[in-house]
């Protein structure tokens, strides 16, 4: 047990969590992470329901306390900045009694390093560029370092997965463009109403400026059907589709704009549904968003965090399989290894599963996904301490699905004007300053 090496690809929220756990149970987590160093940009994200619970047993909870927002309201502007609406965000937490604490992503990404890093191996600035595996181990080429041998492989690397395309295949055939793009970027100096998100939208498009930490956040959202040659790392692209977008927009549209054209850590992407028959294959699985997700709209970080530590007594062989996906996996299906484990896309995401379709364990770990009977408005068994029923995020409702995990359903913001649309198109395909 103590010599069984795992890599993690991705030191985001779920692979750092994971690389926590799997030390914590006598493990040797390598995490390998393309980046030079963590992310500082993104839009804040929540720590609710069963992840405080991880991260009280983590012992992190007071920094992602120490860290959080200051955000109590919501204001809704028009287009000379006059307030038209507001939404007292805080005592809608009180009064569900919720212990949620939102926190700019960075953040809790440092505060899970520093939990996870006298543990854990990790690699910067490098990525995996090839894998073979055999019934005893995965052989792992890097770009960077030198080729080793472990016994798991974990794609916890996100939306473009890059373990996801090298072993189940292109990212085309389990990523869906579900009809908008999200951009932020970080602004000079702080929000004139540090307790304050403040948005203006038009129909189609949204634009609101984060309090966060420090600096504030602008965030832009503007729907779009999928745009012809789409590269997720083309920041001059996102540039140009951003000016597109908001060309005739009024409020501080212009100025944020002007702050977008000189950012050099702008975070632009699709919004996309990834949906896989199964997640794992032989001795490399997948992770939280990798695995299954609606990105960017919110939810997903809990989901990264709010599972169990894996235990121990679940690590058992595998049967090694040949066929580019495993043998006789359904849909919903977990690994051996990865049952009662502390991350999303295994033990806490909706399951179309049914008893007996499966051979589980004798003994269940106390709260670890074991099927249940499903509550009224899911039409099917879902894993104890999910959420079911809406979930208000700003532009969307999302809407649980056991078929489809995360599905957009009567979304708010309308279609943009045929115009708008023409003109994204052309800036995706005709470089140019914005």
């Known amino acids: ?118 543990d854990a191996e990790f690699l910067f600035d490098d990525s995996i560029v090839a894998m073979s595996q055999d019934e005893r181990g995965v052989d792992v080429t890097f770009d960077r370092a030198d080729p080793r041998r472990f016994d798991l492989v974990i794609g916890a690397d996100g939306l473009h997965s890059a373990v996801r395309r ?41 634009v609101t400026i984060h309090p966060g930490r420090g600096s504030a956040l602008a965030a832009f959202m503007f729907r779009s059907q999928a745009v012809p040659d789409f590269d997720y790392r083309d920041t001059e692209q996102h540039k140009r589709l951003l000016a597109a977008a908001f060309a005739d927009s009024a409020w501080r549209v212009p100025e944020l704009l002007n702050r977008v054209y000189a950012a050099g850590d702008l975070y632009f992407d699709s919004v996309s549904r990834v949906r896989l028959p199964h997640w794992w294959h032989g001795r490399v699985a997948l992770l939280g968003d990798a695995a299954s997700c609606v990105s960017l709209l919110g939810g997903g970080t809990s989901l990264a965090m709010g599972g169990r530590s894996p235990s121990p007594t679940n690590w058992r062989p595998a049967p090694a399989t040949t066929s580019r996906h495993s043998a006789g996996t359904r849909p919903g299906t977990v690994p051996w290894w990865t049952r009662g484990c502390a991350t999303s896309g295994w033990a806490s995401r909706c399951s179309s599963r049914r008893p007996g379709l499966e051979s589980w364990p004798a003994t269940w770990p106390p709260g670890c996904g074991r099927w249940q009977p499903p509550p009224e408005g899911c ?25 489809d995990r995360l599905a957009i359903h009567r979304p708010a913001l309308a279609a943009p004007h045929s115009q708008d649309a023409q003109a994204i198109r052309a800036a995706a395909t005709h470089p140019g300053a914005p």
């Open 166 to 206: 090298l072993v189940f295949g292109p990212e085309s055939d389990f990523v869906e463009h579900v009809g908008m793009y999200i951009a932020t970027t970080q602004l000079d100096g702080p929000a004139e109403r540090p307790w304050d998100v403040v948005m203006h939208n038009t129909p189609g498009r949204a």
């Open 379 to 403: 039409g099917s068994g879902c894993h104890d301490g999910h959420a079911h029923g809406p979930r208000s995020r700003p532009g969307v409702n999302l809407w649980i699905s056991p078929a």
């Open 1 to 118: 047990m103590n010599n069984r090496t795992v890599l993690i690809s991705g030191a985001g929220i779920a692979g750092q969590t994971l690389a926590y756990w799997l030390a914590q149970h006598g493990l040797r987590p390598t995490v390998v992470e393309h980046a030079t160093a963590q992310r500082s940009s993104g839009s804040p994200v929540d720590v609710q329901g069963r992840a405080v619970d991880v991260a009280e047993r983590m012992g992190v909870m007071p920094c992602i306390r120490e860290a959080r927002t200051d955000v109590t309201s919501m204001s809704f502007v028009n287009a000379k900045g006059r307030r038209v609406g507001r939404i007292n965000m805080r005592a809608l937490q009180q009064g569900g009694g919720s212990r949620e604490v939102e926190l700019p992503r960075g953040d809790l990404a440092s505060i899970l390093h520093e939990a996870s890093r006298e």
